[in-house]
């Protein structure tokens, strides 16, 4: 092969000779080649910035890093091309004879950059996941450390007396009357479902106002809740009483007993309510 069918062969090798990519009995005849071709290592220098081309995202954030711009290049122009024996070698490592290839000071100065950030970003990580695992354990710290059932508001229910229809009875604090349901006993309600939506239950702790007496207790509802009890009986209102001071519960046979108000011993003072 004449010598510019050799220029030819080996200009077709220089674009994977830049990038490392060469087959290394191939990187041997380029080298040769090039040691004894300026035209070829004109050719050479003028591809320099292939690597960069080939991986453009990152020179554009290497652009970032200050003296990219003062990176030294090749002119053929100005008559400096390099010297026979100076061709740069792959990975932009030093030239024989010469300095570094330009594309190789970028390379490695992007490189540089990139580590730096991953060191940072590693760093920043690490700190975010050691400020969640300092804050989930002083979450739980707290938690532990109130007492059992803080986080509950307990609702007291005060229990009043009240003349209604010339009889003193027991009512809530609003003034309604309270009842109590004939099947249930002093452990259990048998009134659950639709029963304790027409009479809803009164619900516990409950204390009582002047004039209460008896003994205020408490059972445990089906559904986990507490009822207040008056002398054994689970206490109710009833929604047919629209207003304070009605008795309209009283003597009514619902949901499979008969329902009766509270009359409890004493005098109360009279409210004046119809």
């Known amino acids: 092969m004449d010598a510019s069918g050799t220029c030819a062969s080996v200009r077709s090798q220089l674009g994977v000779y830049l990038t490392g990519s060469i087959l290394p009995a191939d990187r041997a005849v380029v080298v040769r080649h090039l040691a004894t071709c300026p035209a070829c290592r004109s050719e050479l220098a003028d591809l320099a910035g292939l690597p960069g081309l080939l991986r453009r995202p990152a020179c554009q954030a290497a652009a970032e890093v200050p003296g990219l711009d003062r990176a030294p290049s090749a002119n053929p122009a100005s008559g400096s091309a390099p010297m026979p024996g100076s061709a740069p070698m792959p990975g932009g490592g030093p030239m024989p004879g ?8 970028q390379l490695s100065r992007l490189m540089s950059s990139v580590a730096r950030r991953r060191r940072r970003r590693r760093w920043l990580l690490a700190l975010a996941a050691a400020v969640l695992v300092v804050v989930a354990g002083t979450g739980w710290a707290l ?73 205020l207790g408490a059972i445990a509802r089906p559904d986990g809740s507490l009822q207040a009890t008056w002398d054994g009986h689970p206490l109710y209102t009833t929604t047919a009483d629209k207003l304070p001071g009605q008795a309209k519960g009283d003597g009514v046979w619902d949901s499979g007993g008969q329902w009766h108000e509270v009359v409890v011993t004493g005098s109360a003072p009279s409210s004046g309510r119809a």
């Open 98 to 105: 010469g300095g570094p290839a330009p594309g190789g000071v």
């Open 143 to 215: 938690r532990l450390a109130q007492p059992p059932g803080s986080g509950t508001r307990t609702v007291t229910t005060v229990l009043e007396t009240d003349k209604v229809g010339g009889v003193t009875v027991l009512t809530d604090a609003e003034g309604y009357t309270l009842y109590w349901f004939s099947p249930d006993n002093p452990t259990m309600s048998a009134c659950v479902a639709s029963c304790a939506r027409t009479w809803p239950p009164v619900t516990a702790p409950a204390v009582g106002g002047a004039g209460v007496t008896g003994t």
